[in-house]
């Protein structure tokens, strides 16, 4: 799979919804606050303590109650609250066990199943470095407070950095009793016990001293830091990347004097895949970053930092995570006034249309004026014209017993549709996870290889997804709509950039879609595949993969901790996507072991006693897997604990085989239902369907049936 460069072209303005969300009132609300913490775990997202009233008539953005006037105040919180990304609803959170008292100002970051919480200050003074977790791992959230060998240790301090890096949760910087700000780098090793805290020496450019700066960890590899306020209330735009050099023990700070950025501190900020975002900010005790320069966005691609304007994003003390590609940042302060916003964003492709944004507002949280909000701009699809788009995809593709393939070639969406469908359908499977958890009845398809007609047979057939009930977005694959509870998608070995290039994909985007945006749509649908889940497991006992467990793959686990989009740099990553989607069964069963695969030196095959063992070791019943084309439609392997299905039907115009789905019932019994070849016409003139996509298929490789010698083009082929 290619390492996507989707950030070659200038991006695109940042755009906030002028749809205005309110809150459900049933919902747990936080309410208004700044300075506290917003974790990501998974698809939850964790809000810890923070300040809940600003002294009346105050009127400075930030700093100045923060520093002085909050010794004694009963303002400071120490309430957990939840938000479900999925269902979008706010709950308030017990947790048994000794909570941290309450604070502001403190550090967080997510860790396993759990969020660590350390420093900040309260009503009474400065925290204690205690280190917190959250224990998120089961249904019952549980405090518990991090065992740490007596030593060493960071002293109490607030204003701090906090990530991990590599293997290490590291601190940086902050502020201690008499107002000193610090420079000392702490770093505690999560994978050893006892849990000691070590203090670091890096190498290279030191950053001064700071607090109130951000940091953010690119795929927990480096730590990134940014702007904050130096020992004499002065702001700073510099950036600074702290990373360990390999196994020596040894770290290195890095200056970036070509990323430095406007100066500012209590700001946000959040990687997401490469770029790393940044909100919001204060330039001093009464005033607020300006509006210009309120979202900035850097491309460490390319080195290139990208100023937006957005008033709504003119605040200090907020907090921000991401989930998949979406940002989410909550309250701050703006004036003197707390916020209780909550606003949702997508990231960006570089040269499409805008992603349908979302904003949630509480009614009290009072709104910028709408010309310096949005700076004119109106987004390219309302939610109401992507519903209309949904319709029209739904209109024309979703006819099993009337469609037939179009009389000319050109595709029936304008480029900037179908942009907006895979936006649409990527912010769904981001937040799904890497094995998709399913329930029965369910129905299994397989390969279809572009051939729509026998898509539109099989759901003739044996039945399609309803038009009824909550249609909540689209998807970018078979009927190019998805039903989410209804439609899952795993991916298989053509979902790949570099599949696709050699294979024919990119010459029919670049065919069949108009104005010359062929290049561009096939970069934004390969984005979508990139991050498809990997496999599913339905009930818990039947494990679908596209190909198959090969050499590496040995547990669930495994596969449920890579992320996506995968880094094929990784070695480990590269060798077990490649078991998971272009691994086959050996010949037959009495083929035992790991054997060598006709498709190259990379892909090899498993005999039944691998099959047997990973069902066993996952407690599972069986493996369904598709990627060869079989006679019948589908074929059992080892003794019926792996069946293969295919669901094309005359693959490739040559094979005459037939097309089969496989479904499964409530008690988990497998039926094969099945689809023939249609027969040829009976005169040149009668129409022939699926005509042509038997042209396209000719461009690509065939899946042989099972069994028979891989074709000469086809041997070799490991993308």
């Known amino acids: 799979m290619a390492d996507l460069n989707l950030w070659q ?127 998120m791992s089961s249904d019952t959230f549980k405090w518990k407070k991090v065992v740490v060998q007596e030593g060493m240790a960071p002293c109490p301090r607030y204003g701090h950095v906090m990530g991990l890096a590599g293997k290490k949760l590291v601190i940086f910087g902050g502020k201690k009793e008499g107002n000193l700000v610090l420079a000392d780098t702490w770093a505690l090793n999560t994978t050893r016990h006892p849990n000691v805290w070590e203090i670091l020496y890096p190498y290279g450019d030191l950053p001064c001293g700071r607090v109130y700066a951000s940091a953010s960890t690119r795929d927990r590899r480096y730590f ?76 460490t691609s390319t080195g290139v930092w990208v100023d937006t304007s957005n008033e709504v994003m003119r605040r200090s003390l907020h907090a921000a995570a991401s989930v998949g590609s979406r940002i989410y940042v909550y309250g701050g302060i703006r004036e003197g006034v707390l916020l209780d916003d909550l606003l949702i964003s997508g990231e960006l492709l570089s040269s499409g249309p805008t992603v349908p944004s979302f904003l949630w507002r509480s009614p009290n949280t009072p709104w910028p004026p709408a010309s310096d909000m949005n700076d004119g701009y109106k987004p390219n699809f309302s939610s109401e014209k992507l519903h209309d788009l949904v319709n029209k995809v ?93 439609i899952h998608l795993i991916s298989g070995n053509h979902e790949a950039e570099a599949t696709n290039t050699v294979y024919g ?60 989009p995968v880094d094929m740099d990784c070695e480990y990553n590269y060798k077990v996507v490649k078991d998971l989607l272009w691994s086959d069964p050996t010949a037959h069963d009495s083929i035992l072991g790991i054997g060598v695969n006709e498709r190259g030196p990379h892909v090899v095959s498993f005999g039944p006693d691998r099959v047997n063992a990973f069902c066993e070791r996952n407690d599972i019943d069986m493996i369904i897997r598709g990627h060869e084309c079989v006679l019948d439609g589908f074929e059992r392997f080892a003794q019926g604990k792996l069946i293969t299905v295919f669901s094309a039907t005359n693959y490739c115009g040559k094979f005459k085989n037939a097309g089969a789905i496989l479904v499964i019932a409530r008690n988990l019994d497998v039926v094969p239902k099945l689809i023939h070849p249609l027969p040829p016409p009976i005169s040149p003139s009668e129409k022939v369907p699926d005509k042509a996509w038997i042209e396209v298929d000719r461009e690509r490789p065939p899946t042989p049936i099972r069994g028979q010698r891989k074709p000469d083009f086809e041997q070799g082929s490991t993308s």
């Open 9 to 135: 072209f200038p991006p695109p303005p940042y755009a906030t919804s002028t749809t205005q969300t309110l809150f459900n009132p049933q919902e747990d609300l936080p309410g208004p606050r700044c300075g506290h913490t917003l974790t990501a775990v998974y698809h939850r997202l964790i809000l810890f303590g923070g300040v809940t009233s600003v002294p009346s008539g105050g009127s400075d953005n930030s700093t100045s109650f923060i520093d002085s006037l909050i010794l004694g105040l009963q303002c400071l919180t120490n309430s957990v609250y939840c938000l479900n990304s999925l269902t979008k609803k706010w709950t308030r959170v017990y947790p048994e066990g000794e909570p941290p008292s309450p604070r502001t100002n403190h550090a967080a970051v997510s860790c396993g199943d759990g969020v660590l919480i350390q420093g900040g200050i309260g009503p009474s003074g400065i925290c204690n470095g205690d280190l917190h977790v959250l224990d």
């Open 224 to 299: 990134m830091l940014y702007g904050g306020r130096d020992q004499h209330g002065m702001p700073l735009g510099d950036t600074y990347k702290l990373e360990p050099l390999s196994s020596s023990g040894f770290w290195v700070w890095t200056r970036s004097p070509h990323l430095d950025l406007s100066k500012r501190y209590q700001h946000a900020a959040i990687f997401v895949n490469l770029r790393l975002h940044v909100f919001g900010g204060a330039l001093s005790n009464t005033r607020l970053v300006d509006a210009e320069e309120a979202v900035s966005v850097l491309d």
């Open 394 to 486: 739904i209109s024309t593709l979703l006819r099993p017993q009337t469609w037939e393939p179009p009389v000319d070639r050109k595709f029936f969406l304008s480029f900037h549709e179908l942009a907006e469908l895979c936006f649409a359908a990527k912010q769904i499977i981001e937040q799904e996870p890497t094995v998709l958890q399913l329930y029965a009845p369910i129905k299994v398809f397989g390969d279809l290889h572009g051939q729509f007609g026998d898509l539109m047979r099989l759901f003739y057939e044996y039945g399609y997804p309803s038009r009824q009930g909550d249609i909540s977005c689209v998807y970018v694959s078979f009927v190019q709509v998805e039903y989410p509870k209804n």
């Open 505 to 564: 994909f990119l010459d029919e985007c670049i065919e069949r879609i108009e104005c010359n945006d062929g290049n561009r749509a096939f970069k934004l649908i390969n984005d979508f595949f990139s991050h498809l889940p990997l496999a599913a497991l339905i009930e818990k006992k039947i494990f679908c993969v596209h190909g198959g467990i090969g050499s590496s793959v040995f547990t669930m686990k495994q596969i449920t901790n890579i992320k996506r």
